[in-house]
């Protein structure tokens, strides 16, 4: 016998909302995490690179343009690291500096390189179980980041 549309539409509820909250929500709230993580760590990246150029040049025999940790605390590192999900990777951040086109003794340009990591909103279980997506980063493990940020040297410590 035919129920005539009464509970046909109760019986496709759990299915549709399997599919709209575990396959598709979830993921898209770890997605849009990693979009603001992906964003923080560039912000990083650029507050670094503004308080890298107020500081004297860190090589004592003049800039080689290879990277190099400083050996002074860089206070934005400090204050960002651990948040929006993303977590400095040590040693971070280095710096390569090269020298200036008018005088090659002094610091032209600065490059600093930040490395983090950004972990995922959510662990997701189902996910874990499943070997191909396990292994993505941003959805089961977390995600490894590199910026590069090259500016003018400001301060030339003399």
Known sequence: MLARGKGSTIAELPPALILLL???FFPMINLLWLGVGYGAGMYLNMIEAREIVCHPPIEANGPSGNFVTPN???IQSQNWNGYMGV???PPSPQVAQFP???NPVLVGQSTV???VTIKPFLKML???KL???SKIPGLGKPLTC???STVVQEEQGQ
Do not use: R
């Open 87 to 89: 977590a400095e990777v």
């Open 100 to 102: 200036s086109a008018i």
């Open 72 to 74: 002074y605390t860089v």
């Open 131 to 133: 070997p191909f997506l």
């Open 126 to 128: 189902y996910f874990a």
């Open 146 to 148: 590199i910026y590069y």
């Open 113 to 115: 390189k930040t490395t």
């Open 22 to 24: 575990i396959v598709m």
